[in-house]
Each structure stands twice: as C-alpha cells, then as structure tokens.
C-alpha cells in the first residue's frame, strides 16, 4: 500500500487516508473484517474519491465477499490482490474505463 500511495504520489494526485489492515486480515479465520469495514468507512468519506484495495496472500472465497461488497459501495474501486496464483488482475468493481476515468479525475 505503501508502494501504490508513492506511486500516485509521483503521477500528480493525492492520497487521502492509507489503511493497513494486516496481512491475515484476508485470511479465512479473520473473514476480511478489517477491510470490508474500512471501504464502508472511505465510502462515507467526502474526501475520498476512489478506493484501491492492495492486498497479498488473499483466501479466495474471502477476496471474493469483499469484491461483492466493493460493487455496493457508491464510489469506484480498484483491486489489486498481489501474490494470489488463481488472481487474474482483471477485477474492477466498475468498468476499467470508468475507474481510470475517476482515478485521473480524482
């Protein structure tokens, strides 16, 4: 996460808030809990206008439920699952398009 705030550091923007929530929180024993509740969080946040989740070492049904509760979120969202072998790295909770539209734009 550190890595992606510099990176958009460096391309111009801004970050607002970087949120780590440990590298079992995707594990199934933890449910993702800590994630789930922070895209609920910057949802509700007027600053932020895109959320990018950036996570390593994700359980697949776990990765699954908190992209099902990206798409509900009101704001777009980028996922970026990292060191997952069954991730395909094609996963937008809007249309690839839209996102980098939102992303330039936010």
């Known amino acids: 996460s550190q890595e992606v705030a510099c990176l958009i550091e460096a391309m111009g923007s801004g970050v607002t808030c970087?949120?780590?929530t440990g590298g079992r929180d995707l594990?199934?024993?933890v449910g993702g809990v800590s994630m789930k509740?922070?895209?609920k969080r910057l949802d509700q946040d007027?600053?932020?206008k895109l959320i990018c989740l950036v996570s390593m070492l994700a359980d697949?049904?776990?990765m699954e439920e908190v992209l099902c509760e990206a798409d509900q979120l009101h704001k777009p969202v980028?996922?970026?699952f990292l060191a997952v072998p069954?991730?395909?790295g094609k996963y937008f909770s809007k249309p690839v398009k839209k996102a980098k539209e939102d992303a330039k734009n936010a």
């Open 60 to 62: 697949r049904e776990i």
């Open 18 to 20: 970087v949120l780590g």
């Open 78 to 80: 980028v996922a970026v």
């Open 86 to 88: 069954y991730w395909k």
């Open 46 to 48: 007027e600053d932020t």
């Open 37 to 39: 509740a922070d895209m």
């Open 27 to 29: 594990k199934k024993t």
